[in-house]
């Protein structure tokens, strides 16, 4: 770690987020001004707040935006990013226990390494966010020792791969909305609220409204009130891909659903993807409570299936 020397610049947060396309773009958008850092948490001991592979992006101007804790250090690595900067050469830098840094305490009580890149190019970048435009993952690989950025196909999870940092990008999370009422407009609302891709499909063309829309980032969400207008939407969403599918309706109806279905000849396996009665908790009898039971469902699962 190098020794950090004076700078006159002040880091000021100038964007809030911690959406990994934003902060990209965020890059790019500094990088045609001038100097830009990435400085990114590539080693966790102990607990943290943020997971590996997550960033702060920091321009010479001193603006900054992103996490790589629960923001007791993001403004420290902004000006360590600065100091980068002006000497035109990365750095790690340690915050939280094994640092030499006793002012700065992380409240998890772990100790989190960052790693600081600057940007000599931005064709990493330009090709990460390319793959997510269309929805498609990556993986944007650090190599301390060269100093450089590639974009690579994305490991399971981010980490060290012998002498590389991988980070890992995934496309945003989609919930395709089948239903008519109130609650397909809260989940509708609350979903891109969450920042999530919400796609409201017309119950009447429901079907037909399918295909092209889902993939393997997408919930797929059933707010009907009536099994025979669900069953046609149902029977092809049990052929689209997604990481979640849920179905309005009790426990009584899902009996229903579920013997209609397999005298249709889907499998158990086939019906095992359907979670009903939909949502985390239950039951919610009102629109705004369906709505958080149903997003909280959709990021739990997408947490446990894409580590």
């Not at 020792?145 to 980070?167: I, K, N, R, Y």
């Not at 005298?263 to 949502?279: N, Y």
Request: net charge negative.
């Amino acid at each position: 770690m190098k020794e950090s020397h004076w700078v006159n610049t002040s880091p000021v947060r100038t964007l809030r987020t911690d959406d990994p396309l934003e902060l990209l773009k965020f890059a790019r958008a500094g990088f045609r001004g001038g100097g830009v850092a990435i400085a990114m948490l590539v080693g966790i001991r102990g607990g943290a707040a943020r997971a590996l592979g997550s960033q702060v992006v920091v321009t010479e101007e001193g603006e900054f935006a992103g996490f790589v804790s629960g923001g007791c250090v993001e403004a420290a690595v902004a000006a360590e990013a600065l100091l980068a900067i002006s000497e035109g050469g990365d750095r790690s830098v340690l915050y939280g226990e094994g640092s030499p840094f006793f002012d700065i305490v992380l409240p998890c009580g772990g100790g989190i390494t960052v790693a600081i890149h600057v940007l000599r190019d931005i064709d990493a970048i330009d090709q990460v966010v390319e793959c997510l435009g269309k929805r498609c993952p990556a993986g944007l690989a650090y190599a301390p020792q060269q100093q450089s950025l590639s974009c690579v196909a994305p490991p399971e999870q981010a980490g060290w791969h012998g002498d590389t940092f991988v980070s890992v990008y995934r496309p945003a999370t989609r919930v395709v909305i089948s239903g008519r009422g109130i609650e397909a407009e809260r989940v509708a609302l609350l979903a891109e609220c969450s920042g999530y891709d919400a796609v409201v499909l017309d119950p009447s063309r429901a079907a037909e409204g399918l295909d092209g829309v889902a993939d393997a980032y997408s919930a797929i969400v059933l707010l009907h009130h009536d099994l025979d207008a669900e069953l046609p939407f149902l029977e092809k969403a049990l052929k689209a891909p997604g990481f979640y599918l849920g179905a309005l309706g009790s426990t009584r109806t899902h009996r229903k659903r579920i013997e209609r279905l397999r005298g249709l000849g889907f499998s158990d396996e086939e019906l095992a993807r359907i979670k009903a009665p939909i949502g985390l908790f239950g039951p919610a009898r009102e629109a705004s409570s369906l709505a958080i039971s149903v997003l909280a469902d959709v990021a739990a699962t997408r947490l446990a299936t894409f580590v």
